[in-house]
C-alpha cells in the first residue's frame, strides 16, 4: 500500500504533469471504486484548470480552479498515469480525466480500494475537510520528539501501531514504521507510553530521515506501487527489515524475526531493537 512517500511521489509528478492543465473531458468506465464514481459525470469538471496538485498523509489533493479539488486515495492498487490517447484502455483503468493537451490522466486500480473524487476546499491552498481527521505531517517540525512523547503519554499499546496511527502523525505505514524502529534501535512490542524522551527523539529523527530519503529515490516498488510514469521506486532495495525475515540484520547480524501486530505480520530485530 502507498505510504507517504510513494504519496508525495505521485503528487509531485502530478504536479509536474497536470498543473496548468483545463480538463475537457470526464469517462466513467466502473461505477464505484471505495466511493462511487459516476458524481463525477456530472460535478461540471469540464472547463475547470488544475492550478497545483499536493499531498496530505497519503492522499493526493489536485485544486481546481473553481475552490474546488479533486481528492485521490491509491488503496492498495492504484496507479495513475498522464498518457497520450494512443494507448488503448486497461483492463482496470476506471477513470479518464481528458486534458486540454491531449494527454488523459487515468486511474487504474485492480482491487477497487483506492477513491478519486470532488471535494470543496476549506481555502485556496488549502485541504478538504475530509482530511481534518489526520495528525501532523511527519517532516514539519510540529513532528518532533517531544510531540511524539506527549501523545504517547498514557498510551498501551504497542509503539508500532502507535506509530502508524494517521491521527497522531500521518502517512507512515507498516513498510516505515518498521524501518524507522529499526533504525532507532527500538522494538515494535515495547508499549508507546513507556518510552523514554530521549528515545522518542530518537523515532522522530529517523522517521523523518527515512521518510526524506524514501521520497528523494521515488518510494518502495513493494506491491503494486507504480510511479506515474510506470517506473520503480528505488527504496525497496535500501529496506534493512521489512520483507527480510529470516535473514540477517545489516547492523548486528542476528537473525530478523516477525511478529502479529494489530493483525498484520511486523519484522524487526531481535538483537538490536530492545
Ligand atoms: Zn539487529
Known sequence: MPELPEAETIGRALNRAMT??????VEVFTPAMREPLTPLLSARLEGRKIVDVRRRGRYVVAELSDG??????????GVVRVETADTPRRKHE???????????FRFECTRRFSMLKVCELSAPGGFPAELDMLGVEPLTPEFDGDYFYLKSRGRTGNVKCFLMDNAIVCGIG???????????????L??????????????????????????????SSISDFLNVDGSE?????????YGRAGKMCPRCGKRIETVRLGGRSSAYCPGCQK
Request: proline share 2%.
Open 20 to 25: 496548468g492543465r483545463t480538463i475537457t473531458r
Open 94 to 104: 476506471h477513470v479518464f480525466l481528458h486534458l486540454d493537451d491531449g494527454r488523459i
Open 174 to 188: 507498516n513498510i516505515y514504521a518498521t524501518e524507522t524502529l529499526h533504525a532507532a534501535g527500538i522494538s515494535p
Open 233 to 241: 521506486g528505488k527504496f525497496g532495495q535500501e529496506l534493512a527489515v
Open 68 to 77: 474546488r479539488a479533486l481528492l485521490m486515495h491509491f488503496g492498495m492498487s
Open 190 to 219: 515495547r508499549p508507546a507510553g513507556k518510552l523514554t524522551k530521549k528515545e522518542c527523539a530518537r523515532i522522530a529523527e529517523e522517521a523523518k530521515r527515512i521518510l526524506s530519503r524514501a521520497i528523494e529515490l521515488g518510494g
